[in-house]
């Protein structure tokens, strides 16, 4: 018998005991990240499906995994011999994982799960849609009993660089964290989002993959403010600066127990998005809680002068490294003995020889020809594709410096390529730059500028399925909010104002499957222009200077301005990074950044 | 003594026996229309104000009228000697109404209005912000026993046209709401929008300064249909094509009696802005009330193929009557003798010599020089400015024909024109014709593209203070929804997609104060482009065909693209419109049109 026919065997006698008639494992931590350690992949431990999206319900005489449309195959491959049905999310009359419950459950039946891994609102929909017939009963995490060897919980010693890089200290953070729970009339305010607590303690960790975070909670009331954290994380640096600034330091897994004593005074603010079901239905009973925005989030996201100052700098060698790889890649490489994992490794290598280089802030995505169409693709020693002399090389990636996040793609000739594709190309690189000279009124959103990148591709009828930018984080998350650069609406995510200080990336591009994928991206900072009787009118500044593949633009179909845009960014590409640069790379930068007429 | 304070004390004597603490007078009639009748001017009546926006709020020691900036000095003026204070809107420090009543009423005051000129949402606010203890008696039109001489009622024979121009019959109509209806799941529906009465029973009216609607309302149930009217506005004929249909004719009065009674069933939807506090309060006490928005707005926004190919026509003559006009005021008139006034009148002079003019869409606006960046001026035969061979005169007019609703603006000179106002002649220009051209996915709303429009003034540092485009009826009210082109984010603005079919104008402008104002508007249809695996494209076909004033064009501001854009949209003028003209003012449009190298 299949392993995994067995253990959902004990589990369904575990759910019997427990008297629980669905169980329900989600892909998640207790903190909403973007990526998920080991130790919670109980999805994976029980189902065998290693996508990093996908969730399993398990009834008496049922088993079901969804997931999205990027991990059909891969799945159905996974999932065979398991006795799993695979519900396509996203297909025609495929249910999502609430209307079969509500389709299959009646009155007095109960759902189990684990509700730290399960957002507020994935939960409040669910109970809303069953009915108050049917119980959730949302701290059950049954598969821990039957995983022998399960991983153990990360946990790396807190990073703590000197605070001065912050350009804000932990108490003057703190003071503006309590300004905004005030502006909400709460007295208190639990952060659960592991970003935001390294923000406002101005420490690092790595229990996160690419994510300089330390698993943690944070909770702030009017005078005091409290540190959930694994003792072993803890070292005497970060302890004492904790101790200089009073905050208290507490066991990571005693937060429950805290939030249910009534240490924590009745108005409590949670953050909308990250908040778990658990904690929300810990804190609703004795207190009065207000779903919101996290304060953190809009903090974070305006970068403070100090942070502006590093980022620039950091960017300046960050794009020395890029622009060093693709020298190399152009000129020097033997190309054919390489493939795209062995290509990453290498561009992987440059950021490594940065001294302040710490980690990647995403895993590389380095897609040659028609592996570029695929916009996660992720190539692995095993299965990349091998370079040759012709066509494109897509390469997305990014470091974490004490100084910053960075992130940036360029999609650079490896030989010949077709006049479409240039076509293309210089589509792209023309809202791009559309994008980065964009003037515009505070009080403009994402919304409100995305079509300024799109626009060149909408007028020949090309469209990428993507938003143009996401904010970045300053030595954190490489994707972080509030602000981002979309054009669609949608009604669950908050538009954020563009505020002068957030950083974002720009980045449209063309992805046609089988074919050839394209994407160019600066990460650019929202700067002040002028004020007058009409408003504050902003502007972008960029911190990327990696030159834009001069052999893929066709000057005509970039049109004047976009010429006088290229030849403008690539004289400060080449004036800023010849300086990180050897001679011979200098030279090549220098025909690499010379004018387009 | 004044007349006013006379009078005002006599309502403070009714108040009394009525136990009213405070009685609240607003502008509007009771469906929520852009022109108000002097019927409904009792706010007039009692303040001696008479600016379009203006609310009057009376106590027993206190009177104040709320307006906006447009009004401040006018009703400083207007008010004198009545006692009643001015409340600027929006200047710092100046509590609104709602405030203000909060700040002054205790537990047992009553608040008195008449509830059928109030919003659902303004009451509904009022008594969220006063709470339970304080009353609002939302049934009291007691000025209305003060009012001597008041005007009657507006009451104008119904407009019977042929149905066939509208592309849909009444019972199709009908068929589409009730599809709504149970898509909201309510069983009757109660519209008190004058214009979406108009539309679903195909019939017009002329209650209304310059929208061709009848005082009235409309309650559909999934069976019946139920028209309240004024009997003497009832025609043969009217009441000959609503018997066919079968839709109850009943006396506009009777309506809430009607709602009291308990004939309509039980789901009852309104319209979330045009339905009156009062109705709300009638049918809440036995019905279970949906607010959203009324299934006919959005139905009456996507226009017909039927009403497309009429509106073609009617603006190619409406555009030819513009351009006589302005060919005209350029060639021929005697400027000195004339003035904003009398070059309004010659403008609609011009309308009604089309055999099928019904009316004006709006009263023009005909501002000269400075006078033009007052965005709402309008010169009466008393004020107007004298014109001269100089400077810029701007029309801002349109007119009511069985086929459409027109709405076009124009900004020419009549004589010398500085630099700088050209510069901003063609940035608008620019703005407009880049709009125009917007190639876009299906899903974006006017946020989306506004931007195209805007982005040559704002690259300069300038805005103007308006959005860029509104629907436009047929014939029916010039301005109408849902969908609009704005960058700002109004949380209390729902943004509407644009649709195939939807009609909306584009006018950017620029308005110096005390120096001159630039719009140029065109009206457009939103079109089906391709369709492919990237989504619908959609773009914009202009019904709109007047020249813009070349004399005002500085070509290589307007830039190469933008002089492409002018020179075909100005051969399609000269070949649409020549048709219409005399051999004299054929001659000038050549000229007019000729292309711009």
């Given amino acids: 018998m299949d392993k995994r026919v067995e253990i959902l065997n004990k589990l369904r006698e575990l759910m019997k005991e427990a008297g629980v008639t669905y169980y329900y494992v989600t892909t998640a931590d207790y903190h909403g990240s973007e990526y998920v350690n080991d130790f919670f ?25 969804w997931t999205d449309g990027r991990y059909f195959i891969q799945a159905e491959k996974e999932l065979q011999g398991s006795e799993i049905a695979l519900y396509r999310m996203g297909e025609e009359g495929v249910p999502t994982v609430n209307e079969f419950l509500k389709c299959h459950c009646k009155d007095g039946d109960v759902i189990g799960f684990d509700g ?14 069953l009915g108050e017939g049917i119980t959730l009963a949302d701290q059950q995490d049954l598969a821990d009993a039957l995983w022998e060897n399960r991983p153990s919980m990360p946990c790396e010693p807190l990073v703590c660089f000197p605070e001065e890089i912050y350009g804000a200290s932990l108490a003057e953070k703190l003071e503006q964290v309590r300004a905004e729970m005030k502006k909400e009339n709460c007295q208190s305010f639990v952060s659960s989002k592991l970003d935001d607590n390294m923000w406002l303690l101005n420490l690092r960790g790595s229990d996160v993959e690419c994510n300089p975070v330390a698993l943690s909670y944070v909770v702030v009331t009017e005078v005091e403010a409290y540190f959930f ?28 127990t805290f939030l249910e004593s009534e240490v924590i005074p009745k108005n409590v603010l949670v953050d909308q998005y990250s908040c778990s079901f658990t904690f929300y239905r810990i804190l609703e009973k004795s207190h009065s809680v207000k779903v919101a925005s996290s304060p953190i989030v809009l903090l974070k996201g305006v970068k403070n002068p100090v942070e502006l100052q590093h980022m620039e700098q950091v960017y300046l060698e960050d794009s020395a490294a890029l622009t060093k790889f693709i020298c190399y890649m152009k000129t020097k490489a033997d190309i054919p003995s390489m493939n795209e994992y062995t290509a990453a490794m290498l561009l992987d290598d440059y950021r490594r020889a940065l001294p302040e280089f710490q980690d990647l802030s995403f895993p590389t995505i380095s897609g040659f020809k028609e592996n570029a169409a695929m916009m996660h693709y992720e190539a692995t020693a095993d299965n990349a594709k091998r370079l040759e002399r012709e066509g494109m090389l897509l390469v997305d990636s990014g470091g974490q410096y004490p100084g910053g996040t960075t992130d940036v793609t360029r999609t650079f000739a490896l030989g010949p390529v077709d006049t479409t594709i240039k076509e293309h190309f210089t589509l792209v690189a023309k809202g791009m730059l559309a994008l980065t000279h964009a003037k515009f009124l505070y009080g403009c959103t994402g919304r409100n500028v995305d079509i300024l990148a799109r626009q060149p591709l909408w007028e020949r009828g090309i469209d990428y399925k993507c938003g143009t930018g996401h904010g970045v984080g300053y030595d954190l998350n490489v994707h972080e909010g509030p602000q981002n650069i979309r054009w669609k609406f949608l009604p669950e995510m908050k538009e954020a104002v563009l505020e002068p200080g957030m950083v974002v990336t720009n980045e449209p591009g063309v992805y046609i499957e089988g074919s050839h994928g394209i994407r160019t991206e600066n990460v650019m900072v929202v700067k002040t222009l002028e004020k007058n009787g009409d408003g504050q009118f902003l502007g972008f500044d960029t911190l990327t200077y990696v030159p834009i593949d001069r052999e893929l633009i066709i000057p005509e179909l970039l049109g004047e301005i976009g010429r006088e845009q290229l030849n403008e960014y690539h004289k400060q590409v080449y004036d800023k990074i010849s300086p990180y640069l050897s001679r011979e790379e200098k030279d090549w930068l220098q025909e690499a950044t010379a004018p387009i007429l």
Avoid: C, W
């Fill in 41 to 65: 992949k109980e999805r994976e431990f029980l189902s065998g499906f290693t996508g990093s999206n996908g969730n399993l319900l398990v009834g008496q005489d049922f088993a079901g995994l």
């Fill in 116 to 129: 730290r891994t399960i957002s507020l609102q994935f939960g409040k929909d669910l109970q809303k849609k």
């Fill in 229 to 256: 954290v694994q003792d072993s994380a803890m070292t005497p640096v970060a302890k004492e600066r904790l101790d200089n600034y009073h905050i208290h330091i507490k066991p990571y897994e005693d937060i429950m």
